[in-house]
């Protein structure tokens, strides 16, 4: 594809996206509610290691653990992920950005429309909030690591059900194994509770240390506001200004 026909393509996706079109459609009709069809079985090569073992066979349904022993492993199997329905019609797996090596982890919730075209987690107006919050406290995408509980676009930017959620936290927690944090922050009530199993509302999780333990991983798990809450409700920010001293004092002390 030429320069100006990429460009030209862009600008068209993005009037759709300002017109508020959201799902693209095909000519007959969809029930998109369906999950999307299993895979086919393969012949997995006797001498295939168990990290690519699991990587190819865990395609088809939820794995009970992910044994990928790098962050690219990882990205491979939840880009190759057949098991969560949320993956059709979408143009990205939003898998991370950030450093990985970084002693700050954010989880959030699930990519938006800008996220889903840009392949990159928090890079909307959500995400520019954000970044203006870690900058707060000293830190930036370059010490600070980002993902999210599930790693497509739930359509019309709704929340994911606790059944989507449930088929990508297999990865998100190896996710945290890999990355060995000091701190986790979980933005917004859908990645704590799918991190705490708390199904408290966000307003009493928030601000409380909660212990979290991953494949042998013991790490803080700060609750906070959602940047995407906060834009609505700009006088809550003194909430989450509260919770991120408290993580930045955790930090330095360590």
């Known amino acids: 594809m030429e320069a100006s026909e990429r460009d030209e393509l862009l600008a068209t996706l993005g009037w759709w996206v300002e017109a508020g079109v959201d799902t693209l459609v095909e000519a007959a009709p969809r029930d998109w509610r369906t999950p999307p069809p299993r895979a086919a079985t393969r012949e997995i090569p006797a001498s295939v290691s168990e990290p690519e073992l699991v990587l190819r066979a865990g395609a088809a349904s939820p794995p009970a653990t992910v044994s990928a022993t790098t962050i690219a492993e990882l990205r491979h199997a939840v880009e190759i992920f057949e098991g969560c329905p949320l993956r059709t019609g979408n143009v990205s797996t939003v898998f991370a950005d950030g450093n990985p090596e970084a002693d700050l982890m954010l989880i959030g919730e699930a990519p938006g429309a800008q996220e889903d075209r840009m392949g990159l987690p928090f890079v909307g107006p959500a995400g520019q909030l954000l970044d203006r919050m870690l900058a707060a406290i000293g830190r930036n995408r370059t010490s600070a690591y ?7 676009r739930p359509p019309g930017n709704r929340t994911p059900t606790p059944a989507e959620v449930e088929t990508t936290m297999p990865f ?5 194994a890999l990355v060995r944090p000091k701190v986790i922050i979980a933005l917004g009530a859908c990645a704590a509770r799918a991190l705490t199993g708390d199904v408290t509302g966000i307003m009493r999780l928030r601000g409380q240390w909660r212990p979290l333990a991953v494949e042998g991983t013991d790490c803080p798990l700060m609750p906070t506001l959602h940047p995407a809450f906060l834009l609505r409700q700009p006088d809550a920010k003194r909430l989450a200004w509260a919770d991120l001293l408290a993580v930045k004092a955790k930090l330095d002390a360590d």
């Open 146 to 152: 980002i993902t999210n509980v599930t790693f497509w």
């Open 172 to 176: 998100v927690r190896r996710h945290i």
